[in-house]
């Protein structure tokens, strides 16, 4: 049994992410290069579908029609985009777990391992950023509705107010659901961050993974939120050093270095700091199993009990 498959305090969770990731570096890079090659290509169909949109004229027929190549845009790039984070996560969720119970593997092999697997990490992926996103909305509305029923009263002057300390009430309610709406996103990120894990070890569908990793995510969600926080403060700075070049090229108009130089700071940006989100949560994932289902004892049992199976089969062969 691996030594490292014990019960592991947040501090040594993080070590042993930066061990992982300082001593197999390239290789978890090689796996982190494909979201940016899929997300470099869904951009690149963007701005081809741009040029192919028809224009907007006053009927409804055409409206709708422009509406509907909108939306069918929107999904192409969401499931290209997402399709290479998808694997990525999966692909690393499995080398990460070869790799801290002692065991070696290639890129080729991480990739292949989880290739059946793939459509039901990116309903995992879609899901949870489509719950993200609709809790965004959710706060967005929370915060519109008193400000559109106190102008509604202003206006038929059943209130009266000052200008200025409107705008700073406005002001601050709108900070204050920005905030909330930030703190529920990523709440909702880290509750079902350890899904893709539970699909690629445990080989479960998209619904029951997500159910999966609410229950062993509980209790430990601001472990993971550190997790998630040194993925932004790794790969956020990167990118923005990388694009700078990508600013000048956009400030003289110079559309195709712009695009390439866009493509080189997020394959950069994502080679750095996407390996650490996922080793993370699969440490995460496996110090969860250890605290509630005695994982290790488990793997323990499995390892003495290999042997004899072994020599039984032998002896019923020689038999």
């Known amino acids: 049994m691996s030594s490292v498959l014990r019960p592991m305090s947040t501090g040594e969770v993080l070590d042993r992410t930066f061990v992982l990731y300082r001593s ?7 796996i982190a290069t494909l979201p940016a090659l899929t997300f470099f290509v869904a951009i690149f169909l963007i701005k081809i579908s741009g040029k192919l949109m028809p224009g907007w004229n006053a009927d409804a027929t055409s409206v709708l029609m422009s509406m509907l190549l909108v939306l069918a845009y929107l999904a192409v790039f969401l499931s290209v985009a997402f399709l290479g984070v998808a694997m990525a996560a999966g692909a690393t969720v499995y080398a990460v777990s070869r790799i801290h119970l002692g065991h070696t593997t290639t890129i080729r092999e991480s990739y292949r391992q989880i290739g059946r697997l793939s459509g039901r990490i990116l309903r995992i992926v879609l899901t949870v950023v489509l719950r993200m996103f609709l809790s965004w909305i959710g706060v967005y509305l929370l915060a519109i509705a008193p400000a559109l029923l ?46 893709v894990a539970g699909c690629v070890l445990e080989r479960l569908k998209a619904r029951p993974a997500l159910k999966r990793s609410k229950y062993l995510a509980k209790g430990v969600l601001f472990r993971i939120f550190l997790v998630c926080l040194l993925v932004v403060f790794v790969g956020l700075p990167v990118y923005f050093v990388t694009q700078m070049p990508g600013m000048f090229f956009n400030y003289m108009d110079h559309g195709t270095p712009n695009l390439i130089q866009e493509f080189c700071g997020s394959l950069i940006a994502t080679a750095l ?21 005695a994982f290790d004892l ?9 042997p004899a199976l072994e020599q039984a089969a032998a002896v019923s062969s020689i038999g």
């Not at 197999?24 to 090689?30: E, V, Y």
């Not at 200008?163 to 880290?190: D, E, K, N, V, Y």
Request: aromatic letters at 16%; charged letters at 15%; glycine letters at 10%.
């Open 24 to 30: 197999n570096f390239l290789f978890f890079a090689g």
């Open 150 to 195: 106190i102008q509604g009263l202003i206006t038929t002057r059943m209130l009266s107010a000052n200008r200025l300390m409107l705008q700073i009430f406005f002001g601050l309610l709108g900070a204050g659901f920005l905030f909330g709406g930030l703190f529920w996103s990523m709440r909702i990120a880290c509750r079902y961050s350890l899904a």
């Open 273 to 293: 700091a996407f390996p650490i989100g996922a080793i993370g949560t699969c440490l995460v994932y496996y110090d969860q199993r250890v605290r509630k289902e």
């Open 298 to 306: 488990q793997v323990m049992m499995e390892s003495l009990a290999k």
